[in-house]
């Protein structure tokens, strides 16, 4: 199956600070996602961006297909936003998810 | 527009026992996926169906585990003889057509006693 990486594994930010994730896959997919699982361990679409750049409020997301990463951009970062981002891509039937990265935004 | 339903939210079984997790896909979607999550780890998939049909079942388990998308009501999936290292958090998700933006349910969290 596809490898995916995401880093940095763990991110503790200041309330306002701007923070940029990454995400590394190993082959070509046809569908990339960007979740947030929250503290109550919902799943929270952010993005659906197999390819360029979107942008919803102090998030945006850019995928370079052919270069096989992606960027989640968040700016100001507030409290709200701690909880785990997850990255997964997806190829044939399946989504292939990275281990995701654990951000805490303090007050 | 109500999101992709699961229930129960929580279940408890103990060694032995079966568990049945049900999901209600979005309105308008007829696939649906089956992913688990261990703790502090990602999603691993499990199983991807469409009404009536499994489509890829290379994620599941060979033995105690089954899955099935009727035409009618929710999918459901199915854990025989549970073992304790069958805990985890189970999602389900739908999307309309293969390979399009997926949404996920709120999760099962299965703990096995």
């Known amino acids: 199956g596809i490898q995916v990486e995401q880093s940095p594994p763990d991110l503790i930010l200041q309330e306002g600070a701007n923070s940029t994730l990454r995400c590394n896959f190993s082959?070509?997919?046809?569908?990339l996602q960007w979740f947030h699982q929250n503290p109550w361990g919902q799943l929270i679409n952010l993005f659906y961006?197999?390819?360029g750049t979107k942008q919803n409020g102090r998030l945006s997301a850019t995928t370079v297909a052919t270069e096989r990463y992606s960027l989640l951009y968040i700016s100001s970062s507030q409290t709200t936003d701690s909880g785990v981002y997850f990255c997964?891509?997806?190829?044939?039937?399946?989504?292939?998810f990275g281990t995701g990265t654990s951000l805490t935004v303090i007050p | 527009n109500a999101g992709v339903m699961q229930n129960p939210r929580h279940l408890v079984r103990r060694r032995g026992q079966e568990a049945r997790l049900r999901c209600s896909p979005m309105?308008?979607?007829?696939?649906v996926y089956w992913y688990r999550q261990l703790p502090e780890e990602g999603l691993k998939f499990m199983v991807y169906?469409?009404?009536?049909?499994?489509?890829?079942e290379s994620g599941m388990p060979k033995e105690r585990f089954s899955a099935e998308f009727p035409k009618e009501g929710p999918s459901i999936l199915r854990i025989q003889q549970v073992v304790r290292g069958d805990s985890a958090a189970y999602f389900c998700?739908?999307?309309?057509?293969?390979?399009?933006?997926?949404?996920f349910g709120q999760g099962t969290r299965l703990t096995v006693v």
């Open positions: 998700a739908s999307s309309p057509l293969s390979r399009t933006e997926a949404f």
């Open positions: 309105k308008g979607h007829s696939h």
């Open positions: 169906l469409q009404k009536e049909n499994i489509i890829d």
């Open positions: 082959d070509s997919v046809n569908n």
């Open positions: 961006i197999p390819s």
């Open positions: 997964a891509v997806g190829t044939g039937n399946q989504f292939y």
